[in-house]
């Protein structure tokens, strides 16, 4: 069974760095992506990053391309999103999700079976 935990979040002002982790166990070769999505109140979930747990590939939204980083490290089962430059509008829970996914369908929140229960990013001005 696939179990997602997200860490990492909390309270920041604008232009400060945050990493948020998320522990992935139950994890197949099934399970080829892994991203990181996020909520604000009132909007849907919008894509942030993604990446190949096996080979490495990422992805980024447009929102934070250039800003975020994500990362992963295969022995400890975690994935890992450098966010710096925070902007108020970053302002949102962040989920990770994971499913059986093909790299057309990593932007669409409603490809993926699996997330795990979020973390608040919360960036004052």
């Known amino acids: 069974q696939v179990q997602l935990v997200e860490t990492g979040g909390g309270l920041v002002q604008a232009g400060d760095s945050l990493t948020l982790s998320c522990l992935a166990t139950?994890?197949?070769?099934?399970?080829?992506?892994l991203s990181w999505f996020r909520q604000a109140p009132g909007a849907d979930r919008e894509f942030v990053a993604a990446i190949g747990w096996y080979d490495g590939r990422t992805y980024y939204g447009d929102s934070v391309k250039g800003r975020f980083t994500i990362s992963r490290d295969k022995p400890k089962n975690t994935m890992y999103l450098q966010m710096n430059s925070l902007k108020p509008e970053d302002t949102a829970v962040y989920y990770c999700g994971t499913g059986r996914l093909i790299l057309s369908s990593l932007r669409s929140a409603a490809n993926y079976n699996y997330w795990g229960q979020g973390t608040q990013v919360t960036v004052s001005s």
């Open positions: 139950g994890i197949s070769r099934d399970h080829r992506w």
